[in-house]
């Protein structure tokens, strides 16, 4: 297995604290016919950090750079996770006993099963730990 | 006592000016023989000491201003060798560097005789407690008014600045009668008494307040006296000055210019012709005796007006005016002289950040509250929200170092900041005194 192929592109957009940032970010993607997968918001004093899965990240790059925003890519993983309790236990267990570092996490629940999306600071250790453990890392073809 | 140094102070108005005229000649003479600096200045203006012929021909001097300090860091325009120098102090200058300012002992003993005779005219004395709540240190408010309020026999509470309910404690328990802080700072402590269940007025001794280091108006002042129940007098000096220099008396219409020290003139900013008393200007002054660091027609910024009439306290000596504005963009944050041209040079030095910045200062409470808007440059934006904060509080830290004074830092969105074509207006100033 390759682990380039679980490598998924987040974008992550910095954001200042104030009404219609996110607005404007959302509005960018809209007219480039971008869909968004998944997205989570961190904020800190004054200012945040927009996090988003999409389906064209180098074109969601490209226009919100042109707007002026501040976008890096960040690589993380989507996990496939059980929609019944205990499902984030399970995830969240192999990580530990690997010794892998959870940097953040965001989640949702899809029509077959929840998906768990991770920025750690070893990805090929956690994608390895992962498949050991019986779990399913999601391929990031089917996002990008 | 009525006057700490009568003979001084009372002193007939046409005996005043022969003595400033006289230490004026005096003061060029030495300076065209021993300053470099101010030796090239004359001579660029063409000006010899013999055409100061009267007081009036001061006006023939060439002017000094606050980065002739910096451009000469630290001490390359003191006329006192080390061996004479016995304090420095420090102050924040344009940009980068500080303003150091050096004291011979004659130097010391004038700025405190200064304040010994300015704090007997507003009535302290023997008997007295004077809380000094000023930054004692680098800055000169703590330590000028504690030698000036020692030398006339007061007692002295050195608090310095900060830990307010502590400053509220004692100020019960040693039964205080006189502060010398800023207004902002003792608006402060009034409130956080009020919430200590303290009444100023009710539950202390407090009857007087030495106020200054920054603007402030009648507004303000009847504010203090109404509500803390006690009298507010200014003070004012900068540390190019020596530091607090010159008091209000008991008559609270201005703070009596010592003429035998300092020699003030109103212009007018523009054309640069001398006004008359009551006329709004730019204050000059020059310091007749001050010997480590001479100062000569100082533009020091500040705009007021003067009145030259014999004070009905049997003072002789000019008054001025309480400040009523700068000059310049110089914001006076907590007492500490910020100017916005500090933070662009500190900016520069921070390669994760761009130059642009806005400064907006309030009034939080009673006190300053500064921050400082910059934007995040594209290369140095991570995705991790720690990686933004270390970046935050970097530019805060050195922002501080570089202000000596706390700001809050906003980090924004590239471009988001105004440009600006010609004179930049980077400070919103949102504080009502």
Redesign the interface.
């Known amino acids: 297995m390759d682990p380039k192929n679980y490598i998924i592109k987040?974008i992550?957009v910095?954001?200042?604290n104030k009404p219609g940032?996110l607005a404007a970010i959302a509005r960018a993607l809209q007219v480039e016919k971008i869909n968004i997968l998944a997205f989570s918001i961190?904020e800190?004093?004054?200012?945040g950090?927009v996090?988003a899965l999409v389906d064209k990240p180098q074109k969601a790059f490209e226009k919100l750079s042109i707007l002026?925003?501040?976008?890096?890519f960040?690589d993380v993983i989507a996990v496939k996770m059980k929609d019944e309790p205990g499902g984030l236990y399970e995830i969240a267990r192999i990580m530990g006993e690997g010794m892998i570092n959870i940097?953040y996490s965001y989640a949702y629940s899809g029509k077959d099963a929840a998906v768990l999306i991770l920025?750690v600071d070893n990805v090929d250790a956690a994608i390895a730990a992962i498949r050991k453990g019986g779990g399913t890392v999601l391929e990031s073809s089917l996002f990008q | 006592m009525k006057c700490w140094d009568p003979r001084v102070e009372e002193m007939p108005r046409d005996e005043l000016r022969t003595m400033q005229y006289r230490l004026l000649k005096t003061l060029v003479y030495r300076l065209y023989s021993f300053s470099p600096f101010y030796h090239d200045r004359m001579r660029e203006e063409k000006v010899h000491p013999d055409d100061i012929r009267t007081l009036e021909d001061i006006r023939k001097l060439p002017f000094m201003v606050k980065s002739d300090l910096r451009d000469n860091y630290p001490d390359k325009i003191f006329v006192a060798g080390q061996d004479d120098l016995v304090r420095y102090h420090v102050s924040s200058g344009t940009t980068g560097k500080p303003t150091v300012v050096g004291y011979t002992r004659n130097d010391l003993d004038n700025w405190t005789a200064s304040l010994a005779r300015g704090l007997v005219s507003c009535g302290l004395g023997r008997g007295d407690v004077l809380q000094v709540s000023y930054g004692y240190g680098l800055f000169t408010g703590g330590l000028g008014l504690h030698y000036g309020a020692e030398r006339i026999g007061a007692t002295v509470l050195p608090t310095s600045v900060g830990n307010t309910e502590r400053q509220i404690e004692l100020m019960q328990d040693l039964h205080t009668t006189a502060i010398a802080c800023t207004p902002s700072y003792l608006l402060h402590i009034g409130e956080v008494a009020e919430k200590m269940g303290v009444s100023i007025r009710d539950d202390t001794s407090l009857r007087m307040g030495i106020l200054g280091a920054e603007p402030w108006s009648d507004t303000m002042k009847g504010r203090i006296e109404n509500w803390l129940g006690i009298k507010a007098y200014d003070i004012y000096g900068t540390s190019e000055l020596s530091g607090p220099m010159f008091c209000e008396c008991t008559e609270q219409a201005g703070f009596h210019v010592w003429g035998d020290l300092a020699y003030v003139e109103i212009l007018d900013p523009k054309t640069g012709e001398q006004l008359g008393p009551g006329e709004q200007g730019e204050m000059v002054i020059t310091m007749l005796q001050k010997e480590a660091l001479p100062m000569i027609r100082f533009r020091i910024g500040d705009i007021t007006s003067f009145d030259d009439a014999v004070c009905t306290c049997g003072r002789s000596h000019p008054r001025v005016r309480r400040i009523s504005g700068r000059v310049d963009d110089m914001l006076i944050i907590r007492g500490i002289n910020v100017f916005p041209s500090q933070i662009e040079y500190t900016l520069l030095t921070i390669p994760e950040v761009g130059q642009h910045f806005m400064i907006e200062v309030d009034r939080k409470g009673a006190l300053d509250d500064m921050l400082v808007k910059v934007e995040v440059k594209k290369e140095a934006f991570s995705d991790k929200i720690t990686d933004l904060m270390a970046i935050r509080n970097n530019v805060e830290h050195r922002l501080r170092n570089a202000l000596n004074v706390a700001v809050n830092v906003e980090l924004v969105e590239p471009g988001s900041l105004p440009r600006f074509e010609g004179k930049a207006k980077r400070v919103i100033d949102r504080r009502k005194i």
């Open positions: 987040q992550s910095f954001s200042e940032r961190a800190a004093n004054g200012f950090v996090r002026g925003f501040n976008v890096a960040t940097e920025r």
